[in-house]
């Protein structure tokens, strides 16, 4: 199966909460990070990247964590809204492999 | 600016037969990469493409097959329909080679296949 993984398939929070996906990745040369929302019915949606020269990026109201040590990769969204409710992948450059790889995905649902 | 456009939205097929879905990229965009989605599987690479050229190619069947034209549009091909085949096949752009240029690829909204 696929490195790239999500160790929750779901995810329910309180609208106003902060919310918080994980991803985990086996591939230690991965130098390159994303995570896509996607909504019912839409294609993927670029929310925010990480190269791996960093720990931390931030974003309106989502921050990307990025824990070489342990090849864990996190999506912080402050203040979540019914708006953020879709499924969140995160996916890896491999680089040699010239393609990205995506995780399985983690639905958020956003209760009002 | 308009968005990927991917056409038709939806397709209906029977076993054994083929099917041609297409995918216009980003204005400017030259690099178009394929994607199948199913529940099981979740996004699966099919190829990239660049200039007319397949880069890259996932681990799929010969009977998936693309091209590109000289205006960056994209076109894939499945042949020999199979009942596995029903999912979802994103189309995604970007500037660049997915890789050397590191550029964000943005999706179309898809095509959905079933195969009956």
């Known amino acids: 199966g696929e490195s790239v993984g999500l160790h929750l398939p779901t995810l329910s929070v309180q609208e106003g909460d902060n919310s918080i996906i994980n991803c985990a990745y086996s591939?230690?040369?991965?130098?390159?990070f994303i995570w896509y929302k996607q909504e019912s019915g839409k294609g993927p949606q670029f929310i925010i990247d990480i190269r791996s020269n960093m720990d931390k990026r931030q974003g309106q109201r989502v921050t990307v964590l990025l824990n070489k040590t342990v090849k864990h990769l996190s999506l912080q969204i402050a203040a979540t809204q019914p708006g953020d409710s879709a499924v969140y992948f995160c996916?890896?450059?491999?680089?040699?492999?010239?393609?990205?790889?995506f995780g399985k995905g983690t639905k958020l649902s956003v209760k009002p | 600016k308009a968005g990927v456009t991917q056409t038709p939205r939806y397709l209906i097929k029977t076993r054994g037969q083929q099917v041609t879905l297409s995918c216009s990229p980003i204005?400017?965009?030259?690099?178009v990469s394929w994607y199948q989605q199913t529940p099981g599987q979740g996004l699966q690479f099919l190829f990239e493409?660049?200039?007319?050229?397949?880069?890259n190619k996932g681990n799929f069947p010969g009977r998936f097959s693309g091209r590109q034209f000289s205006n960056s549009r994209s076109e894939m091909n499945v042949s020999t329909l199979e009942l596995g085949d029903s999912a979802l096949y994103l189309c995604?752009?970007?500037f660049g080679l997915g890789v050397l240029a590191k550029n964000i690829q943005y999706f179309g909204a898809g095509t959905r296949l079933s195969v009956l």
């Open positions: 204005s400017g965009h030259r690099s």
């Open positions: 493409y660049f200039s007319e050229t397949q880069r």
């Open positions: 995604a752009s970007s």
């Open positions: 996916a890896e450059d491999r680089g040699s492999q010239g393609n990205l790889i």
């Open positions: 591939n230690s040369a991965s130098d390159y």
